[in-house]
């Protein structure tokens, strides 16, 4: 009986000041530091708020001005649980749709509060993992991405291309799309200078279109503080597809014909993606286009080779890598996202 | 004190408050003004960097240029270092050089074309290149690989200046041309230039200073570990090929088409692995 007794005096104190600490709750600027055995605000862990509960000597919690949020509850601004319902707020964000940066601060807002003794227990700290939740999701997402790209690799002659692809991204790392590119050309200085120079006619093909399905895979994800400010969150993702593409001869004698082939493309590649919005990011990266091509033949005459047809049933074929660099803007459908799980 | 003034007065102190109130700032997030990152380790401020590295060009002409090098580095801060870079290199031939050559005549004949030797003894190499240079870190971060592996990097961007050594070796038997596309006097006669650039010295070795512009990536292996990735453009005057590229007919200066060396930029990737001296780091507050 003295036990409960004692209990129930205990919880009576607890419960005023509660009452007190509530009714004084305060919009004070720049709380007191949170000395051992202050009271927690319900929640603040799991919500990542901004403000810190602190209990003073004198039983009263000063709220920070940024948590407090005019409310006399202890509720931490970032979301996580009022006090009195004891409810789990999901929808703790109160940033407009597609604000990431207020996302990224409010991460960056999770301020340690220390409260109480520590009780041992066998689980060491190096168990506990901290985490925080991917400032972007892509899962169920479509990607628009307009493009532009030019050649790496050529010597003799120079595409540039201008393209899309669609993405939709069936878990958050992977995703299937489909991409198109249209090809314009302009020849590189070695082009004219072995004509001049060594008195040969390059053999070259230009490329005309290509589309393909991709498949793509996301193991990278990062963040980088920008001048030791400003934090924008990246990943790295790699691309496997295949496709197909024309590629037409560039004749070396206008005199002849040219031809267009039909090229199946394998395609490989790897990309960075830079989050500016819930809806924006900025892709850049390289990829590189697999394809057997068919080129014009060396012997060209009125009597050798002088239709398309003869030409192409002649052609020399080689192996080709067209390694590309890309770089576009994304937009991505639905504009924002929900987060299914705890900040 | 009548309507008016009363009136005036209500304006006055109207003024006055609103004129206070929008004054004061607006208040901001304590975390407004803070860093970015705390405790953050300085991986590289007030370091030595040491970086063995492996560099190749990238869509060369004529010569690929493979080879190997150092770079020093000392960063006077978390931003900015200042350093330099050397690469002994050896060069191979490109797949273009080897179909060109392929085609042409052994020994040089009555037409235009050059012989096997006149087209590869006009190639120079670069045996050695290197630049001093001033870096800027804007950037740091971390990443996550595949949700196991933690790591830390940086971007950076470097400017200075570069040094090349080229080097092309064409004997008096191939460039046998003396005077090119000037006229001599022998023996009373006049000899005017023979317009054929092929037998003419190539110009294309020797030491060249240009400008030196490079990006790169450090990933954090440990603590004084990192792997260095970098793409760096050697730029300066250069003619490849050490053929007549202007169309005056030799190969040289001329008065009206100018040098047939022109400036050129060489693109370059390099892979190394930096060591970071001392080897443990701070910690910002």
Known sequence: MRTLRHRSRSALIVALALVASTAFADNKKGGAKPPAGGTKPAGGAGGGGKGSGSGGESGEIEMDSDAGKGSGSAKPAGGGSGVDSGEIQMDEDQNKPGDLSADLAADQGNVAVKTGEVKKTPISWKDIIVVIRKPFLKVRRTELYPMVGTTMNDNMIRHETIGGEFAYYLTDVLAIGVEGQYYVHTFAEPFDLVARQARRLPTVNQYNWSTALDFHYVPVYGKFAVLDHKLITWEAY???????????????????????????????????????????????????????????????????????????SHADSAFVNNIMFQIGLSFWLPTSFDYTTFR | M??????????????????????EPRRLSSLHDDVAVRHRRLLVSGRFEVAPLFESSIDADYQHTVGGGLKLEYHLGDMFSIGVVGVGSTSLHTSLVDKIVTTLPDAPNMTKDPSKDQFLDHLNSMPFHSAAYVSLTPWYGKLAAFSQAYVAFDFYFQAGVTFA???????????????????????????????????????????????????????????FLALDLTVRDYAFSDNPSGADFNADQFVGTSQTLGDDNRFLHHLFFGAGLSIMFPTTVKRTP
Request: proline share 8%.
């Open chain 2, 165 to 223: 050594m080229l080097k092309s070796s064409c004997p008096p038997t191939v460039c046998s041309d003396t005077h090119p596309g000037t006229s001599v006097m022998s023996g009373g006669d006049t000899i005017p230039p023979d317009n054929d650039p092929k037998n003419d010295p190539p110009l294309n070795d020797g030491q060249r200073v240009g400008l030196y512009l490079g990006g790169g990536i450090h990933v954090f292996l440990s603590d």
């Open chain 2, 2 to 23: 009548n309507k008016t003034t009363l009136f005036v007065l209500a304006l006055g102190a109207l003024v006055g408050v609103t004129t206070t109130a929008s004054a």
């Open chain 1, 238 to 312: 790699f691309t496997a597809g295949i496709g197909v593409g024309q590629s037409e001869v560039v004749p070396r004698d206008k005199a002849f014909p040219g031809f267009t082939n039909l090229l199946i493309e394998p395609n490989l590649g790897a990309n960075m993606r830079f989050f500016l919005a819930k809806w924006l990011t900025v892709n850049l990266g390289i990829r590189d286009y697999l394809f057997i091509d068919k080129y014009e033949p060396t012997n060209r005459s009125a009597t050798m080779n002088a239709t398309a047809t003869e030409a192409q």
